[in-house]
């Protein structure tokens, strides 16, 4: 399969205009050309991130592709991208689809389906080319994490996309083992690092949630689950 060659996975990554994606949304999502959100104290930046990670190159993408299907003796590749149905996933998928094609000449066939039968897909073992996301509740860097950890795949664990590495193991564990918390924070950096250079997902975008407060009322957001109204207060209370 195409998705086996990591540099399929790393053209798909580089063709797609993730700024573009970003201004469609108009205001909804900023870009992700990395694994790991901006809400993370381990977010290196905007700015280092689009140099370490996915920045817009259709010209080394298209180079990729292009030593990829002379050695298989390929002309063109086509593919099935397994979508949600609803206005955003599909929004979002048609938005890859037309860069895939103008790109890198790639032809994608959408598959929509309902939720349930997405979980079922991706959980399922079955999907190998499949718009998904998530939402990290609880602040905690390891979380990123579970949806590429090696070893853990369904129906018993949430690496869905099958990643196997055993240095992100390695790294990961000395990672999670370090108590220095400036410490830690490089080598969560260092977990994105490889998720990057082995182009495991196609990261598209951070979703931007967007909150109405009344006017006096202050309060720390979160998570979509927990909101802390405890620490709420009024401007005019004493502080």
Known sequence: ??????????????????????????????????????????????KAIREKGYAFDPKRARALLSQYLKEKGKKSLSLTLTVESGELPEIVAQY????????????????????????????GGKGTFFHFWWTIVTPSEDLYFLFFFPGSEPPNGFNISSYDNPDFVKAFNKTFAVQNVAERYRGVRRLEDFLIKDAVAIPLFHKINHYLVRRGIDLPISGLLFKNYERARREDESH
């Open 1 to 46: 399969a195409p998705y086996n060659d990591v540099r399929v996975r790393l053209a798909l990554n580089l063709a797609i205009d993730r700024k573009g994606l970003s201004r469609i949304l108009e205001g909804a999502a900023e870009p992700a050309y990395g694994y790991i959100p901006p809400a993370s104290p381990a977010f290196r930046g905007n």
């Open 96 to 123: 890859v689809q037309a860069n895939l094609k103008q790109n890198l000449g790639i032809d994608v066939r959408l598959a929509k389906v309902t939720w349930p039968e997405m979980i079922q897909i991706a959980f």
